[in-house]
């Protein structure tokens, strides 16, 4: 069970930060120190190593939190608190076909590659190529590229698929594929959005009003980190106040 | 693909209001109206109905949100919102084995037996008969028992299990079981702990730093829903303000 | 310094309930007990008094706060927190003539008149004589009417008022007045709107464009409270989640 | 009415920042322009001017929040969401006499001061020269000084003052300070305290409960930001997530 080539490890220097790092045959430098990660073979997660220069490293190993926060990024990334609670919402698990639309940097669409198992299956449009291109890559270095149906097509009127179990679309504009959102669900299925501003979702709740959607939801999650020291024990002075609203509803056979 | 004999259904009146019910040969009343269980088979999700008064009902498609939202409850579940997140800290997923200790009305447990699919396993330990009761008649229910054993045991020194891949705490004092997490985690993996008073917080942060845990976060959630009028975006006027802090770290072989 | 007919106590119960009563010559009933409040004439703030069925009551020095909390209301108010803020960007203070459009049941109108003190002078506009009369008694009843000047009118066009030092919309349609707001200004003087709705801030901030405004700030408060039980410090369960959205703006003389 | 030297105007420049400025005889420099503050003598707040090399500035008056936000630090002050709330609860207004332990930068002090008017007082005790020396600077700066006794001492027993309004407690340790904020009170008056903290928050709340103090209050006040494009109204993507716990007691005669 000890670490080979090719394992990823969540490499904790001493000062808290983390790095998700791939063994190979190569050299890995922080402001501080450094280590060769080929010397990691053998290795054990959990086990304290030594930088050159007498850093302490940890060895962690990588949750699904640390590979979300660790995607490469060409866009703005849905955040753990987020996905957490879309994939509650939309029921994404074992053995389920799910559809995105706009994957961005590709960090829900892992998530849902996650969750589905190997029964399951991700279907992801993006129009950007260059999005495509990294979120492919970052399922890749997971592994679970093999659950993901990439398209590479910027949907205008609807969707190839139908009877998906859950539909999610994080665009500009995303009360366009309301009505093909609706035609790719199962009746009763929910639906899922992630937009920024207020704007934005007054702009779904109108559109929403106009195809047979009920249950709808607008939520916003926060989260409040705090300090981990026991005799101070305090929220951190500075936190991420926005990433986006959140708006479900589910699919109804007429209104 | 119509709706038979045992099937769920969440059926949502016009005011809003959810029911999750089991398809049986039996009536169910709302406050305003009736409907005759038996007669939704040969539906089909996403259907309108119509109450024996004239009310109208939605038959959706119970999402795991939904499932969560409406266990039976012998004690405070945890939400959803905080659910999400400890699945994704804890990285479960299809295939995985976790164990959690306290596991309340199940809704967690829930979540997770969901979440491990068929080749994962829940262990989960209760000291309380009586909720280990309802969290198995919860599981039942939506056909998940079988991924969970369940531990009616009041543990005071150390877990029957080695190497599972993520481990949660939900008791009044936790920190008692925090060595006992730590001998039951495979080295690198996560522990989670839900308490809902800062003094537990800090007690807890007094006893991770006596054993090999690092990479240790505290944080909370707070979901705050809007309401959905397009014309009138807008918090609504009340929330949910504290369900609990969670508290996260990783073992380490060493310290 | 002993009570007298005529002062106001804040009588807090054993349950932590508080009444602000004025002293005089009648009984006073909770739920659990009751006392006479011409009894009281002789005691003093601080006191503790028996009710006629042994229950504890506190005589308290009702604050500004316990003022504002305890208005008689006929609209939603305007919460401390937000008026607090709202003192501090508009500079209400001794001295100080201020303009309000839209009283309500008076809660700023009060806070207001008790923080320009003798020399200061608020002015206030409220189309809806009902308002005014309650908002009038409120300030009758703390000593502080005669300094403010109630005028019952709705505004169209323009106050009656040229270079006053804080102007503050409290409307439906604040956008409508936002250039009555600027003619009636100081020059660089602060200009403070609250709205409940997203929609309203994003029609204020588009109006607040076509006017000589800089310095534009739209914020909102959230007051979370605590549990005050030392062993098990943590926030209440619920909160107040929305009162309304501040924007504040200074007035320039061209843009 | 136009601008003399010693006067204070509030620069905004074109980007959006603020800068608190006195008018004499010297330079000013920005990042980007500069003006020569001597030429500021004879315009009027609101005024439009240009700098040397073309940038736009506006002469805004400065509010007592913009005052707040300006003070010189030598110390984290305290907030004007905190402020706000606090002279509410506190009923600091025109005529009081407020003591307060812990000045720091003596942000609190300044607003206090310009509060109680010409007729009232503050009291600020505070152990370290430097900050007393600081908060005097910002108070002198708008003029408020005189309203304003400060006492250089560390008190460990008792204050010098009796029946005085309100008493407000900023110090690492203020549980030592809340028996002789009892006896410095007039009875039925408010205490308030600011620490960082959960741990002091439960220290605090323990020695409040051995004097004759009820009505006890612990909050915390979130201020959150948004964007003031009218088309994309949205919070900002930061902020400031923690400053402080507020506590508020209310002190009677015995218990």
Redesign the interface.
């Given at each position: 069970m000890s670490l080979k080539e090719g394992d990823f490890?969540?490499l904790?220097s001493s000062d808290?930060k983390?790095y998700l790092l791939e063994i190979k045959s190569q050299p890995f430098h922080t402001h501080k120190d450094s280590i060769f990660l080929g010397d990691l073979v053998g290795k054990?997660?959990?086990?304290?190593i030594w930088g050159k220069r007498g850093e302490r490293f940890?060895?962690?190993?990588p949750?699904?939190?640390d590979f979300?926060m660790k995607v490469e990024r060409a866009t703005q990334i849905i955040y753990?608190?987020d996905?957490?609670?879309?994939?509650?919402?939309?029921?994404v698990?074992?053995?389920k076909i799910v559809l995105e639309c706009g994957c961005g940097s590709g960090a829900l669409t892992l998530?849902m590659a996650?969750?589905?198992?190997?029964e399951g299956k991700v279907i992801s449009y993006e129009k950007e190529l260059k999005f495509l291109e990294i979120a492919k890559k970052n399922l890749q270095k997971v592994g679970l590229l093999e659950r993901v149906i990439f398209k590479n097509r910027e949907v205008r009127e609807s969707f190839d698929e139908r009877e998906v179990e859950?539909v999610f679309l994080d665009l500009k504009e995303p009360w366009i594929l309301i009505k093909a959102g609706w035609e790719a669900l199962?009746?009763?299925?929910?639906l899922g959005i992630i937009v920024?501003?207020?704007?934005q979702?007054?702009?779904c709740?109108?559109t929403l009003?106009d195809y047979?959607f009920?249950?709808?939801?607008?939520?916003?999650?926060?989260?409040?980190?705090?300090?981990?020291?026991?005799?101070?024990?305090?929220?951190?002075?500075?936190?991420?106040?926005?990433t986006g609203?959140l708006i479900f509803a589910?699919?109804?056979?007429?209104?």
């Open positions: 490890v969540l904790q808290g983390n054990n997660y959990g086990d304290l940890y060895l962690l190993r949750s699904l939190f979300l753990p608190k996905i957490g609670y879309i994939l509650l919402k939309l029921g698990g074992p053995g998530a996650y969750m589905v198992g190997k859950a199962k009746p009763g299925a929910p920024p501003t207020t704007n979702v007054s702009h709740l109108n009003e047979p009920v249950d709808i939801e607008v939520v916003e999650l926060l989260l409040r980190k705090y300090k981990t020291n026991p005799e101070r024990v305090r929220p951190e002075d500075r936190m991420i106040a926005h609203f589910k699919k109804v056979n007429e209104k």
